[in-house]
């Protein structure tokens, strides 16, 4: 098994904080506590060796990561460590002067969520009232800023209907991108995964409006497609291969090959505070557990698309199988498949809504407050 020289790419999740409550969240349902996250020179650490390691971009993430008062800082750190920086916010919170600070450390470029097109349907989701009008004043400052300015839009059963509306609003705020993302049901978005799943007819008609969106604008803003992977029967090159091309910094420090694999067992995750991130990339049994195609099991390890697709997700495996060395289920020629199957076939058109449990720290609060709010 040959290790990947160096990764592309490093999530640093900042802080689990975030002001919003997103059912679809992909952080732990046991979220880190603020007392417990790296302090601002750890931070500087971290993307002092990454640089010297190779990544060379990095996603200044959370949570909120606004929500920390050394961004700047930490920006700084990345800029100087020769990383390309991207801030993935709520928009909640971010006002002209903090932007231009961010800007002057080094900021590239801002990704932006948003939950629906719709005012009340986007807080509704968010689970935070006004977080629509926050979310537009800050994709104004961003473009009055001059940074390239993405939006991020999770889709699941209560917003994939409205895709059109969500591609419009792009236009008029004058995005370059605008990610559309099926939920991945890890963390939150796993324990919501049965109000969440959206119907084969859904995603049918998501996709057509997709293409037709795309061939009706005139190149911008970009429209990513990030496909679903309970109703193909194709699993999907996770995180493009287990420590292939990027890693996760977790608040505490910990590092992990995606930001899901806290959930698998016996791990054993390193953490920053312990180890140098070469050490990390190059020697972890964290890193090497799933590398390559030797821990393969079959149908996998005789499978001509083990080095395209690598057995897909470790993390989805083991949640659906309780065995992360499985194929995963969403591939159809796994002996598990009929698991992933069944949560399909349970996802009726027409349905009413299921209730979904809200994101929070420290309690899970269910809430079940319905389309029209
Ligand atoms: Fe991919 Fe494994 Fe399925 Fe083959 S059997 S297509 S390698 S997940
Ligand atoms: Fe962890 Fe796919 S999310 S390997």
Redesign the pocket.
């Given at each position: 098994m040959s290790v990947p020289a160096s990764p592309w790419a490093l999530l640093a999740e900042l802080t689990h904080a975030c002001p919003l409550h997103c059912p679809y969240c992909s952080n732990p349902v046991d979220l880190t506590r603020r007392s417990r996250e790296l302090g601002t020179a750890h931070w500087a650490e971290v993307m002092r060796q990454a640089g010297e390691l190779g990544v060379v971009h990095t996603h200044l993430s959370g949570g909120e990561p606004l929500l920390r008062s050394d961004l700047e800082q930490i920006t700084t750190a990345a800029e100087t460590a020769g990383i390309y920086t991207q801030l993935v916010t709520s928009g909640v919170g971010l006002d002209a002067d903090r932007l231009a600070a961010l800007a002057d450390a080094g900021l590239r470029s801002v990704q932006l969520s948003v939950q629906a097109a719709d005012p009340r349907a986007n807080d509704r989701i968010a689970g935070r009232p006004s977080s629509f009008t926050a979310k537009e004043k800050a994709a104004a400052l961003v473009r009055d800023a001059g940074l390239p300015l993405g939006l991020n839009v999770v889709l699941h059963r209560e917003n994939l209907d409205a895709i059109d509306a969500v591609i419009d609003l792009g236009v008029v705020w004058d995005v370059d991108r605008i990610e559309l993302a099926n939920t991945?049901f890890?963390g939150w978005g796993l324990l919501n995964r049965t109000a969440l799943l959206p119907t084969p007819g859904q995603l049918a008609r998501a996709r057509d409006t997709v293409a037709r969106r795309r061939a009706g604008l005139p190149g911008r803003p970009e429209l990513v497609w990030v496909v679903p992977d309970h109703f193909d029967g194709v699993a999907k090159p996770?995180?493009g291969g287990?420590g292939a091309v990027s890693l996760t910094v977790a608040p505490d420090g910990t590092v992990l090959?995606?930001?899901?694999?806290a959930s698998l067992p016996d791990l054993d995750p390193p953490n920053v505070l312990d180890h140098p991130l070469d050490w990390i990339w190059h020697r972890s049994p964290a890193f090497n557990r799933y590398r390559g195609t030797d821990w393969m099991t079959e149908p996998c390890r005789s499978c001509d698309m083990r080095t395209r697709d690598f057995g897909g997700?470790?993390?989805?495996a083991y949640a659906l199988t309780g065995d992360a060395t499985h194929t995963d289920p969403a591939c159809r020629l796994s002996p598990d498949h009929a698991l992933v199957r069944s949560l399909v076939e349970h996802s009726e058109e027409g349905a009413p809504p299921k209730p979904w449990v809200y994101r929070r720290a420290g309690r899970r609060a269910r809430r079940c407050p319905g389309p029209t709010g």
């Open positions: 991945q890890y996770c995180m287990w090959p995606c930001p899901a694999a997700c470790r993390c989805q």
